[in-house]
Nanobody, 117 residues
């Protein structure tokens, strides 16, 4: 059974930091492209950062220079380090395994990040 479980969300003040984790099971993790997405109330889900199976990264313009995506294949985990958080970063953050030759895309259940002003 493929599962992605996010953790690390919470309430922080503007300017603070959080590190989100996404633990994967039921997949050969190192073969998968992974991503972090977020969705604020009333807004569409958007890509925050992505990382390929080979470690190539990409970021939304709004988080570039503040967020860093990384992966630890030995732990089957992808991370999102979020620094200098802003109130507009408030959203539910979702981990996603992108589709591949072996399986369709899979979403985690999400973790809430709230940034107070």
């Amino acid at each position: 059974q493929v599962q992605l479980v996010e953790s690390g969300g919470g309430l922080v003040q503007a300017g603070g930091s959080l590190r989100l984790s996404c633990a994967a099971s039921g997949i050969i993790f190192r073969f998968n492209d992974m991503g972090w997405y977020r969705q604020a109330p009333g807004k569409p889900r958007e890509l925050v950062a992505g990382i390929t199976s080979t470690g190539i990264t990409n970021y939304a313009d709004s988080v570039m220079g503040r967020f860093t995506i990384s992966r630890d294949n030995a732990k089957n985990t992808v991370y999102l380090q979020m620094n200098n958080l802003k109130p507009e970063d408030t959203a539910v953050y979702y981990c996603k395994r992108e589709s591949s030759l072996y399986a369709p895309e899979t979403w985690g259940q999400g973790t809430q990040v709230t940034v107070s002003s």
